[in-house]
């Protein structure tokens, strides 16, 4: 995880131990929220600065969408994420739409003022929303594996040591 005190911009909710586990919750997330994401979502890059690439492609197809891309404008990750967005629309229609749609929409925000807000999420947990590596605890403890192999050598060693009592014949003390 790559956070420091004070750091600037939005604050996770909670953090997971490993990518399986965070790929996970967002998944459910989205399928949760009726989502899945596109094909063309999985030919761009993982992330955009801060922001998960599929929360900016899910934010692409929200009615509340624009206003996250408006209220985000001038951040590096979203400004990356548009330019890779319009890179893949050049080869498809449902994008381009999506995008032109989009742009009406935030050059109407422009036009009524509306104040931006880069501390706005839309209502969405910013666990979902953040890249894995501010969300993933990079220093989390890592099970080596290696505990349950020592208990079942001890177990074994523990049963042959007690066969191997029960078995044993007593000495033969007699005298001929």
């Not at 209220?71 to 400004?79: L, R, S, T």
């Not at 925000?109 to 501390?119: A, H, L, S, W, Y």
């Amino acid at each position: 995880m790559h956070d420091s005190p004070g750091a600037a911009g939005p604050q996770p909710s909670r953090t997971w131990d490993n990518y399986r586990d965070y790929r996970s919750n967002r998944d459910n997330y989205y399928a949760g929220q009726g989502w899945s994401a596109p094909n063309y979502a999985y030919q761009s890059a993982p992330s955009f600065g801060l922001w998960d690439a599929m929360f900016l492609w899910f934010m692409l197809r929200q009615a509340s969408g624009p206003s996250f891309m408006y209220n985000h404008q001038g951040d590096p990750g979203v400004q990356a994420f548009r330019q890779e967005a319009d890179k893949l629309a050049a080869s498809n229609a449902d994008l381009k739409k999506q995008l032109a749609d989009m742009d009406a929409k935030i050059d109407q925000m422009r036009k009524d003022g509306t104040p931006v807000d880069p501390k706005s999420l839309n209502g969405v947990d910013p666990s979902v929303a953040l890249a894995a590596e501010h969300v993933v605890r990079e220093d989390a403890p890592k099970a080596s594996g290696m505990g349950s192999w020592v208990w079942i050598l001890g177990a074994g060693v523990a049963v042959a040591v007690l066969f191997m009592l029960l078995t044993r014949r007593p000495p033969n003390t007699r005298r001929r």
